[in-house]
C-alpha cells in the first residue's frame, strides 16, 4: 500500500462506535488496522471489513431548505432526456444528490422500489480538468464489488461441471504448497480459508500475474480453515487463478462473456479488456488530486486480480442484479449460495459474509451489502433488502480530504429517502461556481492569528484548505466559533515529532495507548528515516475529530523527501496515540468545496463530518464569522 494507517480498536468495542446497519468505514487511506487483541480487521486493500461508525451527523439547516424546496428547480435543470427520476422518494433523492454534487460528490445513483426504478442518474464530473461530466455510462472501478463476479464464475463453472466447490485448490493449482493444497474453494470464497488477510502485493507494484501467483502461495496462512473469517483479498486472487484454470480463457474474458455480456451490462469490464478502451472511464480522485484512470497506471499490477479489477456503472449493477434474481445467469440454487450465511465476521451478534456478501438479518428482513473503496478514489455500494424489494446502488470516483469514499457520505441519506422512515437530512443550498469564478477567486486567505485558508479550483471544485489549527477552526463552523477544541492534539503532535526528530522512535514507549504495539510504529518510523534520511523539522497543519479521536496532519521534511502524515489521538485528541498514517496524499486536516450561496458569498460542507463555513467576501478578502482573511497579493 501507498499509504498506511494503524487504529487500535477492541472487537465491536462500543455499540455506538461499531455497528452493521449504517456502515462508515474508516478512511480508504487507511489499508491496515490491527485491534488490541492482536488481530487484523483485515481491510487491507478495498477497505472493507469490520467498520466503525460515527455518530449520525447532525443536519445542517443554515438556509432552512428543505429536499423538498430543491426538488422543482433542480429537477428541472439536471434530468434531461435520459435516466429516470420518478415519485416522491426518486424526487428527494435526486433534489439531494444535485445538491452533494456541490460538495464534492460525483458518481451515479440507482435506487428502486420493488420493480419500479425511482432514481437512475449520475451526478458530478468524470474529468473535471476537461469538465467532462458523469454520464449513466461513465465506467467506474467498484473495488470489492467485484468479487461478487469472482464468486458468480465459480457457480458458472460448478454449474457446468468443470468444478465443485467442495474441491480443494489442489485440483487447479497443482504447484499449491502443503499449507494451501486442501483449502477448499468454499473456504476461499467465504473468506474462512485461514489465508491472510488483505493483499500480499502492494498497491500499482509492478507485479506480473505469475509473480502474483507465487507470492500468493508463498504467503503463510494465519489460520485452520473453517473456524475463522479474514477478509482476503489474496484468498480471491486464487479463485481467479482457479477459474482460468478450468474455463481455459482468461479471467477478464470469461466474466465478460459469460456474466457481463450476459447479464445486459455493456458498460462494464476490466481495463485490460479491448472494448473499455473506447469507453468513457472516469477519472479516479483523492480530494483535489487527479490520480487518473488505468490508462495511465501501471499496466504490470495484479494486486486486485479477482478482488477488485472490474469497472462498472451503477445501472449495469441493477442489470445484474435483476438478470441475477431471474435465474438468466445461475440457476436459483447456486445463486442462493451467493447470499447465504456462510460465517459469522466476528461475534455471536455480528453480520454473516456469503460469498462475495455481507448478509445481516435486520428487524424488517435481510440486509445484503456489497461494497468497495479503491485508495485512489474509486468506490461503491450495492445494497439489496430483498423482503422489502428495496435496492440502493452507488458509484462514486471521489474521496473526502480525509480520504474517507465520496459513497460513505450519501448513502445512509439515500437510504432514508427510500425507506420513508426517518426525516431526511438537508444540505446547505448553494450552487457549483463557474471555471471563470474558480480562477477568480482562487488565492491565499490569511488569517490575523497566522493561519490561512487556500482557495484552490481543480477545474471543477472550489476547494477550500485549511492551513493551521485557526484556519480549521474558522472552516468548522458558521459562524466562525467551532463547537470543539482540538489544540490538545496539536500541541501531542508537536510534541511527538520535536522527539522524534531529536530522540528517534523511543518516544512511542510513552505516548502509545496499547504498548504492546510498540514494534509496529518503530519499524513504522524507522522505515521513513531509512527511506528518506532524518527529519530536519515538522510543521502541525491542524487537527479534526474522526470519530472518537482526534486527526492530527503534519508536514515532515526529511533530507530527501517532504511528505504528510497522519497521527490519530484518542478521547477526542486528549488520549495517548492510537494510530499513524504515513505519507498521506492531502496535506491539511481540513478541506472541502465551496458552493455559490443564494444570497452572496460561499457556502463550504464536509459530506462525512458536516464541517461548514459561511464567508462572504469583503473586497477581495473573505469573512468568516468576525474575522477578517487578507488576500494574500
Same mark, same amino acid.
Given at each position: ?15 455506538t ?6 456502515r462508515?468505514p ?7 488496522f ?7 480487521? #483485515? ?20 438556509? #432552512?431548505a ?10 428541472e ?10 415519485g ?13 454534487e ?53 457457480l ?5 461441471g ?6 480443494? %485448490?489442489?485440483r ?6 502443503a499449507?494451501?493444497a486442501?483449502?477448499? %474453494? ?7 480459508a485461514?489465508?491472510p ?13 505469475a *509473480? ?10 494465519? +489460520?485452520?480453515? #473453517? ?53 468513457d ?9 487527479d490520480e !487518473?484512470?488505468?490508462a ?11 478482488s ?8 449495469d449493477?441493477?442489470?445484474w ?14 445463486a ?10 466476528? +461475534?455471536?451478534?455480528?453480520?454473516f459474509y ?8 435486520q ?9 468497495g473503496?479503491?485508495?485512489? !478514489? ?7 433488502w ?8 452507488v ?13 460513505? !457520505?450519501?448513502?445512509?441519506?439515500l ?13 446547505p ?18 488569517l490575523?492569528?497566522? +493561519? ?10 472550489l ?24 489544540d ?10 520535536e ?14 495507548a ?9 519499524a513504522?518510523?524507522? !522505515? ?18 474522526? +470519530?472518537?479521536?482526534?486527526?492530527s496532519?503534519?508536514?515532515? *521534511? ?12 484518542s ?5 495517548? %496515540?492510537v ?10 486536516? %481540513? ?11 460561499l457556502?463550504?460542507?464536509e ?9 462572504k ?13 487578507k488576500?494574500?497579493?
Amino acid at each position: 500500500m501507498a499509504d498506511g494507517t494503524r487504529t487500535r480498536l477492541t472487537m465491536f468495542q462500543i455499540e455506538t462506535e461499531f455497528r452493521f446497519v449504517e456502515r462508515m468505514p474508516l478512511p480508504v487511506e487507511a489499508p491496515s488496522f490491527r485491534l488490541s487483541d492482536g488481530r487484523s480487521l #483485515g481491510i487491507a486493500g478495498d477497505q472493507r471489513g469490520k467498520t466503525m461508525i460515527l455518530n449520525r451527523r447532525k443536519a445542517l439547516l443554515a438556509t #432552512g431548505a428543505t429536499a423538498g424546496c430543491l426538488s422543482a428547480g433542480i429537477l428541472e435543470a439536471r434530468l434531461g432526456s435520459s435516466g429516470t427520476v420518478t415519485g416522491n422518494a426518486g424526487e428527494a433523492i435526486h433534489a439531494y444528490m444535485s445538491q452533494a454534487e456541490v460538495y464534492g460528490f460525483s458518481g451515479q445513483v440507482v435506487a428502486a422500489q420493488g420493480d419500479q426504478v425511482v432514481v437512475d442518474q449520475p451526478y458530478g464530473w468524470s474529468d473535471r480538468a476537461s469538465r467532462r461530466r458523469m454520464s449513466r455510462e461513465t465506467a467506474i472501478g467498484i473495488a470489492s464489488i467485484s468479487k461478487q463476479f469472482t464468486a458468480a464464475a465459480i457457480l458458472k463453472l460448478a454449474e457446468a461441471g468443470r468444478l465443485k466447490i467442495t474441491d480443494p %485448490l489442489s485440483r487447479f493449482l497443482p504447484e499449491a504448497p502443503a499449507d494451501k493444497a486442501g483449502l477448499t %474453494l468454499h473456504d476461499l470464497l467465504s473468506h474462512s480459508a485461514g489465508m491472510p488477510p488483505g493483499d500480499v502485493v502492494d498497491d500499482f507494484e509492478v507485479t506480473s500475474k505469475a *509473480e502474483l501467483l507465487e507470492r500468493v502461495l508463498a504467503a503463510k496462512v494465519v +489460520g485452520p480453515p #473453517g473456524e475463522e473469517w479474514r477478509y482476503s483479498n489474496a484468498g480471491y486472487n486464487l479463485l481467479a487463478f482457479v477459474i482460468e484454470r478450468a474455463s481455459g480463457k482468461t479471467y477478464e474474458s470469461f466474466v465478460s462473456n459469460q456474466l457481463f455480456r450476459a447479464a445486459g451490462m455493456l458498460d462494464s469490464g476490466f481495463p485490460r479488456e479491448g472494448h473499455l478502451r473506447d469507453k468513457d472511464i472516469a477519472h479516479a480522485y483523492r480530494a483535489w488530486f487527479d490520480e !487518473g484512470t488505468p490508462a495511465n497506471w501501471p499496466r504490470s499490477n495484479y494486486r486486485p486480480f479477482g478482488s477488485g479489477t472490474a469497472f462498472s456503472t451503477a445501472a449495469d449493477l441493477y442489470r445484474w442484479q435483476q438478470a441475477l434474481e431471474s435465474g438468466r445467469i445461475l440457476r436459483p440454487e447456486s445463486a442462493k449460495l451467493l447470499t447465504a450465511p456462510h460465517i459469522r465476521i466476528g +461475534g455471536e451478534d455480528s453480520p454473516f459474509y456469503g460469498y462475495g456478501a455481507f448478509v445481516e438479518q435486520q428487524k424488517a428482513g435481510t440486509f445484503i451489502e456489497r461494497s468497495g473503496d479503491w485508495e485512489r !478514489g474509486y468506490n461503491a455500494a450495492w445494497h439489496r433488502w430483498p423482503e422489502e424489494r428495496l435496492t440502493l446502488i452507488v458509484t462514486s470516483n471521489s474521496t473526502t480530504a480525509a480520504g474517507y469514499s465520496m459513497r460513505q !457520505g450519501v448513502q445512509a441519506e439515500l437510504e432514508n429517502f427510500l425507506r420513508g422512515t426517518q426525516p431526511p437530512e438537508s444540505l446547505p443550498v448553494s450552487k457549483m461556481p463557474s471555471a471563470n469564478m474558480l480562477r477568480a477567486m482562487a488565492g491565499r486567505y490569511r488569517l490575523p492569528s497566522g +493561519g490561512a485558508i487556500t482557495l484552490s479550483g481543480d477545474g471543477a471544485y472550489l476547494w477550500a484548505i485549511a492551513d493551521g489549527q485557526d484556519a480549521v477552526n474558522a472552516m468548522r463552523s458558521v459562524d466562525g466559533k467551532p463547537d470543539e477544541n482540538f489544540d490538545a492534539a496539536v500541541q501531542k503532535t508537536k510534541d511527538l515529532l520535536e522527539a522524534l526528530r531529536a530522540n528517534g522512535s523511543e518516544i512511542y514507549r510513552t505516548t502509545l495507548a496499547h504498548v504492546e504495539e510498540l514494534p509496529d510504529y518503530v519499524a513504522e518510523w524507522n !522505515g521513513l528515516t531509512a527511506k528518506y534520511g532524518a527529519l530536519k523539522q515538522a510543521r502541525v497543519l491542524g487537527a479534526m475529530r474522526q +470519530g472518537r479521536s482526534a486527526r492530527s496532519v503534519a508536514s515532515l *521534511e526529511f533530507e530527501r523527501k517532504m511528505i504528510t502524515m497522519g497521527f490519530f489521538w484518542s478521547e477526542r485528541g486528549k488520549g495517548p %496515540l492510537v494510530g499513524s498514517q504515513p505519507e498521506t496524499r492531502i496535506p491539511a486536516a %481540513l478541506a472541502y468545496p465551496m458552493g455559490l450561496a443564494p444570497a452572496g458569498g460561499l457556502t463550504g460542507f464536509e459530506m462525512i463530518n458536516s464541517s461548514t463555513s459561511a464567508p462572504k467576501f469583503q473586497g477581495r478578502d473573505l469573512v468568516f464569522g468576525q474575522v477578517i482573511a487578507k488576500r494574500e497579493a
